[in-house]
């Protein structure tokens, strides 16, 4: 366990208004650090006002903390090229603050120029080579990388009854099945984390335990292509990553694509999940995928964010005359449009690889392909599952106009055709099936 903490610093500078101040906070600086309990943050930088140096003012809550000038800073006044004073400099340092302004005094009045926040630090692990991965989630990724947080057992009772149902739904219901492990990307890049894989982890735990079943771990493969895999700021597979793994699987199910990346690239500036959290804005070059031609065939969408979220699409022109259900967490939402450039319907339900088997009785598909990536595998999935509740506590976060509006976009005119899932989107809600009912009457 280690013995310090991270953190974020954060300064701000403040409008000041006062003429012939110049001035520059050196330290600290925006950025993230580690630091011990008893660690002291160095302040240090230069003021001049009129060409004379000022009294420093640190403030931290009410108390004040005023710093003479007392460093020479030949440099400065060589670049200003001014008859100023050269004993210009400060240097300070305060222990383990939380936040703080830095001022100066001028005529007896303290003149703010700059907020510094120490903030708890965000999400991310910096690895090698520009890589970012998760920290501190729920999931406890890092402790599952390491071996310390494991499947328990009553856990992996859940998972075999998980698989138990499936296998015998799939067999009285005469579609195929096809579970996929999405490796979390410490795993594909083990050498750019600051971490050492421990020998036994959830991973080995759930494929051991769990081999007799239909399951696809495409550890190997996306190792293969390394960086057209996954975004160094991001926790997820690219657009490629998606293809390639989707082309797996129907190499998997034996429904094999003679061109497995039908779409168009594009290299765009992103800064992704990770590097979102980050104090300054940084940002990766990355390969797109052009998927407007799948999207163009999308019949049905629930427009709910995240878990919930339900879409449909239909290519008549697919090179498959079949049926697939996905059912996964958000590394499914770049896989879809593979599959509907190659199937003829899909169904898209963002479960977490949670089953709603009213869906697949409702749809009697021909594959049903199931997702979830690695830091998942420490929760099971529920096993009488409905997407109903997903999208009622949803929509129960919603005001009420919000709700009357949201339930109104759900009308349109193929109503007949898509009233399944429009009923599954709002069946758990208090006094919302009276008006599902009244806009199937105006049909």
């Not at 999931?139 to 499936?166: A, M």
């Not at 005469?174 to 020998?199: C, D, Q, S, W």
């Not at 319907?345 to 690695?374: F, K, N, Q």
Request: aromatic share 12%; hydrophobic share 35%.
């Amino acid at each position: 366990m280690t013995n310090y903490i991270t953190r974020q610093v954060k300064v701000t500078k403040l409008q000041h208004g006062i003429k012939n101040l110049v001035f520059a906070i050196d330290n600290p600086i925006t950025e993230v650090i580690n630091l011990f309990r008893s660690s002291m943050i160095k302040i240090s930088g230069w003021v001049l006002y009129e060409e004379k140096p000022v009294s420093v003012i640190i403030k931290q809550n009410t108390l004040e903390k005023y710093v003479h000038c007392d460093v020479v800073r030949n440099d400065v006044i060589s670049l200003l090229k001014k008859d100023a004073e050269a004993c210009c400099g400060f240097v300070t340092s305060l222990t383990y603050p939380n936040s703080f302004k830095v001022g100066f005094l001028i005529n007896d009045e303290p003149v703010w120029v700059a907020t510094i926040d120490i903030l708890p630090a965000p999400k991310i692990l910096f690895g090698e080579k520009g890589h970012l991965f998760l920290d501190n989630d729920y999931n406890k990724s890092v402790e599952q990388y390491t071996g310390r947080t494991l499947i328990d057992s009553e856990s992996l009772n859940i998972w075999y009854n998980y698989f138990l149902n499936l296998e015998n739904h799939s067999q009285k219901n005469n579609y195929n099945y096809l579970f996929t492990l999405a490796p979390a990307k410490e795993l594909v890049f083990p050498l750019y984390y600051p971490h050492r894989k421990g020998t036994i982890t959830p991973v080995e735990q759930f494929l051991a335990a769990f081999n007799k079943f239909n399951v696809l771990y495409p550890l190997n493969e996306l190792q293969d292509d390394g960086e057209l895999t996954y975004w160094k700021l991001d926790t997820h597979w690219t657009d490629y990553g998606a293809g390639l793994v989707t082309n797996l699987i129907c190499n998997q199910i034996g429904r094999e694509q003679k061109n497995p990346f039908p779409f168009s690239y594009v290299v765009q500036k992103l800064n992704g999940d990770l590097g979102s959290k980050l104090p300054t804005l940084t940002t990766q070059n990355i390969l797109r995928a052009d998927f407007s031609e799948s999207k163009k065939l999308k019949i049905f969408d629930n427009k709910i964010i995240n878990r919930g979220w339900i879409q449909v699409y239909e290519n008549p022109n697919a090179s498959i005359n079949e049926k697939v259900i996905v059912f996964g967490d958000s590394f499914t939402v770049n896989m879809v449009p593979y599959f509907v450039q190659f199937f003829k319907r899909v169904v898209h339900v963002l479960s977490g690889a949670r089953i709603d088997y009213d869906i697949i009785e409702h749809e009697s598909p021909d594959h049903v392909i199931c997702e979830i990536t690695t830091r998942f595998l420490i929760q099971p999935p529920e096993i009488n599952y409905t997407v109903s509740d997903d999208c009622k506590r949803k929509i129960d976060g919603m005001s009420l106009p919000e709700q009357g509006e949201y339930i109104n976009s759900l009308r349109h005119d193929n109503i007949k055709q898509h009233c399944f899932y429009i009923e599954k989107t709002l069946n758990r809600l208090k006094k919302t099936k009276s008006s599902i009912n009244t806009s199937m009457a105006k049909v």
